[in-house]
């Protein structure tokens, strides 16, 4: 099982900039980088059931979320946002900000 988990942390060790950054997309003279927001990971566990018997498993997952692209034309670089992905990216930090601040205003009232 140690073995799966080393084989695993290479292999994704050198993942990194690849989740974020697509390659690079050349279209009619416009060159496009798609980016997104990518994470995973993956967990293993054994244990002994109710009948003493032992076992083991593991799983793993992923997600990647379009955020845009940069898009170059005629030495002009810009990002265009996927506004749904960074829609799906800023609504829990809204929603944590604003956890965060009525917590901070009531303990400023005491």
Same mark, same amino acid.
């Given at each position: 099982?140690?073995?799966?988990?080393?084989?695993?942390?290479?292999?994704?060790?050198?993942?990194?900039?690849?989740?974020?950054?697509?390659?690079?997309?050349?279209? *009619?003279?416009?060159?496009?980088?798609?980016?997104? @927001?990518?994470?995973?990971?993956?967990?293993?566990?054994?244990?002994? *059931?109710?009948?003493? *018997?032992?076992?083991?498993?593991?799983?793993?997952?992923?997600?990647?979320?379009?955020? #845009?692209?940069?898009?170059?034309?005629? #030495? *002009?670089?810009?990002?265009?946002?996927?506004?749904?992905?960074? @829609?799906?990216?800023?609504?829990?930090?809204?929603?944590?900000?604003?956890?965060?601040?009525?917590?901070?205003?009531?303990? @400023?009232?005491?």
């Amino acid at each position: 099982m140690a073995e799966l988990v080393l084989e695993l942390a290479e292999t994704v060790a050198g993942v990194g900039v690849k989740t974020s950054y697509g390659e690079t997309v050349d279209i *009619d003279g416009t060159k496009i980088v798609p980016v997104a @927001l990518g994470y995973y990971g993956f967990g293993a566990g054994g244990g002994k *059931d109710d009948k003493g *018997d032992e076992g083991s498993g593991g799983g793993g997952g992923g997600v990647s979320i379009p955020l #845009g692209a940069y898009v170059g034309r005629g #030495g *002009d670089v810009r990002f265009e946002p996927n506004l749904i992905g960074l @829609l799906l990216v800023v609504t829990p930090l809204v929603w944590v900000t604003g956890k965060a601040l009525k917590v901070v205003i009531r303990a @400023l009232k005491r």
